[in-house]
């Protein structure tokens, strides 16, 4: 739960803090609201909402781990989805070998669609007792918990170079600050924030990567998550090299090479146009 909310405090693990922690739990945010409401219709929205939800995952979990007890789920909390995987990732010579969280129902084949992947979740939804069951199953689970962060972290550059996009076309002078932003390559920053990612330090610890090689398992679910990871970043890299350059190369985003209020790069437009123009 402290980790979640950031760095952590000087006094972390002492009683008075851990007596602090407890008591300002009924001021978090998911016991003030029913929850986050993703709208499919809105673009982002579901990574603003997930923002929340990362900052909450522990807090949310200890709640719903609560409930399943209450209900008989779970004879105690030591039973539920969230402390199993706690002990899973401990490493226990006991001769049996756990399964791998990230690795645990996955099946034989990862969906290759949006629509396999909601057939799939909606067979992991039938197994269990209802909506809440499930909730608990998922919030339990550290390896969905680490991959939901990922994917949200290597969203977040995309993001806010939208948003910005977005304020800027509310007017017409930001309309054509776009449009030049577009000819001067200005996406090129957003890829290389999107490439540098995996290589930064920051990444990987906000990742919870772990370093010790002892248990297998541990390396499983880490190698799994930064293989997922690469293959996501590659994919959405390849992807908007391959349209974006259309912006500043091409009929007629390259147009507003004309309207540039550095002469140079105007008189660069001019050169370009007769070729293209036939």
Partial sequence: IVRDSGPLPMDFGTAEHMEIVWRSLPGKRCFRAKGVHVRLSRWWSRHDRQEEVQEDWHTIALALAAMGIQKGWWPSIWETPMEKGRAAAIPVDDGVDEVPQSVEDEGEDEPRSVKAAHEKMQLKRQSTVNGLHFACQVFGNDFKRRLSKAAWMIETPMRTKCGEDMILAKTTMGTLEFA???????????????????????????????????????????QHLVDKMFWVTVGLLGSYLTWLPLRSDGLPWMLAGLLHYVVERKNACLKRLPPLLG
């Fill in 180 to 222: 030049l932003q577009q000819y001067d390559r200005k996406y090129n920053e957003v890829l290389i924030e999107l490439a540098e990612m995996m290589f930064q330090p920051t990444t990987l610890a906000a990742l919870d990567l772990k370093t010790d090689p002892s248990d297998p398992n541990i390396i499983a679910d880490d």
